[in-house]
């Protein structure tokens, strides 16, 4: 007997593993190359806008920029939920919808609405639909308890130190003033008052995709050089992309394996089925067609292994890709590389047959009164 069995099994896992792996890569090529996300739905970063207001002229050239396809303001605060400290947004829109990657549910669009990062929702054991109690701080210095319903999971970009990849809270301009400031006749105050203590106000624009965005942010760019920033790509990402090594570090030992099992079956092949190479060729095969049946035997092991190894390893590349996103917090889109997968389905024949050259030259070369001598 011949060990087909764990052949097999080590060819399944080898393209399994590659085939994952590829998944993986592409998956994490995509993400770092879409902005959009990793919560950066936005081009441009309008900060330290005076009393947190905008400058009027620069309002009015956004809003008339035919470029411009979305304009959020807001501003960042500090909050406590469930008793543990939490950076925050409250923003709103004043030109499309706002400018943040939602992962999950839908961005807060009313009072007593809130959306997390992902980091944030996991340490607060909170999901969609859930309720959190979230403390504020009035302009009169007592904190302020108001219970919040979970609607959405956000990709946050880089605020201010304040929010980051997966962690955060957003609210509406209007939820959070609701909850600071509850209906009374000092309410008007009371909001005047919030706005004045407020830090750092903004504006995140958005522009079209192509040439016309690229010169619509050039001339922002210019004109506002003191207060217009880009969007800066979050550490956490950075870092994720360099510990992406590992999983290529696994999938190319696994495919190590495979493919010592492959030459491990066809040697034994050869030398455990001596005689009924041998009885091949006292009945007329010659050199080049015992060879080529010992091709056939790495070529079908391979097609195999192809057939099996592929659909798992895109299954298991995307289910890994897909927690490793939902972990880190950005909206979890898998990409699955056609072209790559053909190649490598040639590619694991092509080798397959070349590991195999060796034992299939070993048995041609053979003579037949060797191979049938009774040992």
Request: charged residues 10%.
């Amino acid at each position: 007997s011949v060990p087909v069995g764990t052949a097999l099994a080590g060819m399944v896992l080898a393209v399994m593993a590659l085939c994952g792996t590829g998944v993986f890569g592409a998956s994490l090529s995509h993400l770092t190359s879409t902005p959009k996300l990793y919560g950066h739905a936005f081009q441009l970063n309008f900060t330290d806008l005076p009393n947190g207001q905008p400058d009027p002229a620069l309002l009015e050239s956004l809003e008339h920029d035919s470029a411009i396809t979305g304009i959020t303001k807001g501003f960042v605060t500090e909050v406590s939920i469930n008793n543990r400290s939490v950076g925050g947004v409250a923003v709103a829109a004043l030109r499309g919808g706002p400018v943040f990657s939602t992962v999950k549910g839908r961005f807060p669009s009313g009072d007593g609405q809130i959306a997390l990062g992902g980091a944030t929702m996991r340490q607060l054991g909170a999901h969609l639909g859930s309720v959190v109690h979230v403390t504020v701080t009035p302009p009169s210095g007592s904190g302020r308890t108001v219970p919040f319903q979970v609607v959405s999971q956000v990709a946050f970009p880089v605020l201010s130190g304040v929010v980051g990849l997966g962690t955060g809270v957003a609210f509406t301009i209007a939820g959070y003033e609701d909850a600071v400031c509850p209906p009374s006749p000092k309410q008007a105050a009371c909001q005047r008052a919030t706005a004045e203590v407020t830090g750092g106000s903004g504006l995140l624009v958005s522009v079209v995709p192509g040439a016309a965005g690229r010169a619509a942010i050039n001339h922002y760019l210019d004109m506002y050089p003191s207060i217009t920033s880009l969007g800066t790509t979050p550490t956490a990402l950075v870092n994720f992309g360099e510990a992406v090594n590992f999983p290529l570090i696994f999938g190319a030992m696994l495919a190590l394996f495979g493919a010592a099992t492959l030459v491990h079956l066809l040697v034994v092949s050869v030398s455990r089925r001596r005689r009924e190479i041998g009885l091949l060729k006292a009945l007329g095969f010659v050199n080049g067609q015992v060879a080529s049946a010992v091709a056939w035997q790495a070529t079908t092991l391979a097609l195999v292994g192809t057939v099996v190894g592929v659909p798992l390893g895109i299954v298991a590349g995307r289910a890994v890709w897909m927690a490793f996103a939902t972990n880190l917090g950005v909206v979890p889109v898998s990409v699955v590389p056609v072209w790559t997968v053909v190649g490598l389905v040639a590619g694991v024949i092509v080798v397959a047959n070349i590991l195999g050259l060796a034992p299939a030259l070993t048995a041609a070369r053979t003579n037949a009164v060797q191979l049938l001598r009774t040992t």
